[in-house]
Every structure is written in C-alpha cells, then in structure tokens.
C-alpha cells in the first residue's frame, strides 16, 4: 500500500521526471512500478530526458508510446494506473501550485544540472518549479543524481537540497542479492525509489543478513 487520500479513496498523484542523466532503465522502471500499484503518475520530460529514453533504451521509447513500451516490457499490469504528461515548458501546469495534491515527487535519474537548479530554487521548467513546490509544501522529493565523479559544487548541491527537505537517493544498485541482469538492478533502484515514495515494494529482497548461495 501507498499514500492514500484522506477519506481512504484513490491514492493522490504522485510526480515523476525524467532528466539527462545516464539511467533510463530507473525511469522506466520506477514508472511501471508505480502503474502496476494503481498510481495515478504526473510525468515531466526534459528535452535531454527524451533523448536520453531514446538513446538508452532505443527507439521505440518515446514519450508518445509510452505506455505501449511499459506494457511490452513489463506487463499489462501497467493499466492499472494512469499517466498525464506535462510539458516541462508549462509552469502554468497543475504541478506549479502548491494546491494541487500531488503527494510526492521523484527525479530519476537527476541530472547535475537540474540538480543545480532545484538546490538553488530556480524554478525556470515545470520540474524545477515543481521540485520546489514539494520543497515548500513539505512534500516527500526524492532526487536520484547519476554522477561520477562529483566535483565540489555538486556535492554542496546535494546538501542545499538534503537541508531542504529532499531525499537523496544516489542511483547506486546492491549486489547482496546477486543479480543477473541489468533489469535485476533496475528493480533494485526501483523498488528503493517506491520505499522513499512511501509505497511498499516487493521488486527486490530485503536484505536478511546472509547473501543466498547457489542463485
């Protein structure tokens, strides 16, 4: 179970960007997870996230199909909930209000650069504006940076923003439970992102103190 709305209806939405850091699979994981739950997902697409879906995981994942991308790579369990796309162009948009109720927000993966922007509270694109209304409203912002290195600005970017309330959650897989493939470690990502989201998780094995043998 997640979030849910005060009178025990549908859960609120909860906000999802996708920047041009290295790490597509997240996204699309994180977005399908979040679907097969019954979320109703608020996406923003940066112009460098776009490509970044493209070059990553190939043609056929575009903004425009989507939903058909998620459906085939994992399952028609992804219409359980819906998907609305901002433009990130829009700070007219819904997410740019503090009265709007979205519950909570995740950027996966973060780029430096927007990184920059949501630590210093700039608010030029509807994810940086949207990044600061979770900020201001004391909304639960998880920020999944991809870097490495890190030089020393980015580094005090991600403490303006852990001081600021957000969650830092750096896109850095486990290996405890041995996994085989890269959908393996999408999952792991995945399913921390739900965690801090406040949505309960099953897409990885919580960690028992011994690494099984023989997987």
């Not at 210093?120 to 979770?134: P, T």
């Not at 852990?162 to 399913?191: N, R």
Request: a neutral charge.
């Amino acid at each position: 179970m997640g979030p849910g709305s005060a009178d025990g209806g549908r859960r609120p939405p909860v906000a999802i960007a996708i920047t041009g850091a290295s790490g597509a699979l997240y996204a699309t994981r994180t977005l399908a997870a979040l679907l097969e739950r019954g979320v109703d997902v608020e996406l923003i697409v940066s112009d460098y996230g776009r490509r970044l879906l493209r070059d990553e995981l190939g043609e056929h994942a575009t903004i425009d199909r989507m939903h058909d991308f998620l459906t085939a790579k994992y399952g028609r369990g992804v219409a359980a909930g819906t998907m609305t796309l901002h433009s990130n162009r829009d700070l007219g948009a819904s997410l740019a209000s503090g009265s709007h109720g979205c519950s909570a927000m995740a950027i996966v993966p973060c780029s430096m650069k927007t990184l920059a922007a949501v630590a210093h509270g700039l608010s030029r694109s509807l994810i940086e504006r949207a990044a600061d209304v979770m900020l201001k409203e004391r909304r639960r912002l998880v920020i999944v940076p991809r870097e490495t290195p890190m030089s020393l600005p980015q580094l005090r970017n991600l403490l303006l923003c852990a001081e600021a309330g957000a969650m830092i959650l750096p896109a850095m897989p486990a290996f405890y439970q041995l996994p085989k493939t890269l959908d393996d470690l999408a999952d792991f990502m995945a399913g921390k992102i739900l965690s801090a989201l406040g949505f309960e998780q099953d897409l990885y094995p919580p960690w028992t103190g011994q690494v099984t043998s023989g997987r």
